[in-house]
């Protein structure tokens, strides 16, 4: 059973979420959840508002990053990217584009200048970006698998620029 | 997470760390991708007599991935074709005693080595097509 985070902040289930919408109601809920609020109250009710108060944190923060709330919405869909199942799990990227990830690491290798570097990143970081607004276009028309399929791209991409910054350094 | 010492031999000194040319006949090229990680594996194997001569990779991922590959193209080599279909991923991760986390790593390593043997196969039974991707 997935926890619901739009359930556990009283938010619409969807994508497009003001970012302030998402921390007014996180800092409206967590006043109501503060143990000072509690101090009279039952063991109980102290630890059902601490419990509650856990949760919350833990919803805020898969919510107020848009690529993790893009996940949870396909993991709520039923695709949990975290999984390698093949039924339920991440869905596997094209043939073409692995060796597409397999030839911009040569590239990366063969780059001799932080300029050639450079223009690498700008690439990969473009593609990333344009398959992230593919997976949000996705999961406003409720097309889930297709906006796992973009959000998996996505996660080789990302993984490949921590690769290109930790070149540089 | 403690890497155990075989996984760290082979991630500090690769064996067959490189490429075959993929368009040699005699060459069958794998490559596969773990989705959840973002990890890439490339492996490649030269065939001659049905007997593999040779083996290269090229692993874009964590230590234990990195090592599994390594171990692969090891233990392939010398290997005829049919006996490196039967390598199971347990096999790879019990030698590099790869904990259930990294489990996955060893599985990307099994499904590379029979891509690529699928690959040169594929080859084999058609020599007029080309190796057009």
Request: net charge negative; aromatic share 4%; hydrophobic share 40%.
């Amino acid at each position: 059973m997935t926890d619901d985070f739009f359930a556990c902040m009283g938010l619409p289930r969807r994508f497009d979420l003001d970012r302030a919408a998402i921390e007014g109601r996180y800092l409206e809920l967590s006043r109501e959840l503060h143990p000072d609020r509690f101090i009279g109250g039952s063991s109980a009710e102290r630890r059902a508002a601490l419990e509650r108060s856990s949760a919350l944190n833990e919803a805020y923060r898969g919510l107020r990053d848009p690529i993790r709330r893009a996940e949870h919405l396909c993991k709520l869909g039923g695709i949990d990217l975290d999984s390698d199942a093949r039924s339920g799990g991440a869905p596997t990227p094209s043939q073409a584009f692995l060796v597409e990830m397999i030839e911009a690491r040569e590239l990366l290798a063969e780059a001799t200048t932080p300029g050639e570097r450079e223009a690498l990143r700008e690439k990969i970081e473009a593609a990333a970006e344009e398959r992230l607004a593919a997976a949000a276009a996705a999961l406003e028309g409720g097309m889930i698998r297709d906006a796992a399929e973009a959000l998996v791209i996505h996660r080789y991409l990302r993984r490949f620029l921590d690769e290109i910054d930790g070149a540089q350094h | 997470m403690a890497y155990s010492d075989k996984v760290i031999q082979h991630y500090e000194q690769p064996r067959n760390v490189g490429s075959l040319d993929k368009n040699d006949e005699s060459v069958g090229t794998g490559i596969v991708g773990a989705p959840a990680c973002g990890d890439v594996m490339k492996l490649q194997i030269r065939v001659e007599d049905g007997v593999i001569t040779d083996a290269k990779f090229k692993t874009y991922g964590c230590g234990s991935a990195i090592a599994s590959s390594s171990l692969v193209t090891e233990w392939v080599k010398g290997m005829s074709v049919e006996q490196a279909m039967k390598i199971q991923n347990s096999q790879i991760a019990e030698e590099l005693s790869l904990p259930p986390v990294k489990i996955h790593c060893s599985v990307l390593a099994e499904d590379a080595i029979k891509a690529a043997i699928l690959d040169y196969q594929q080859k084999q039974g058609k020599p007029a097509v080309s190796a057009a991707e």
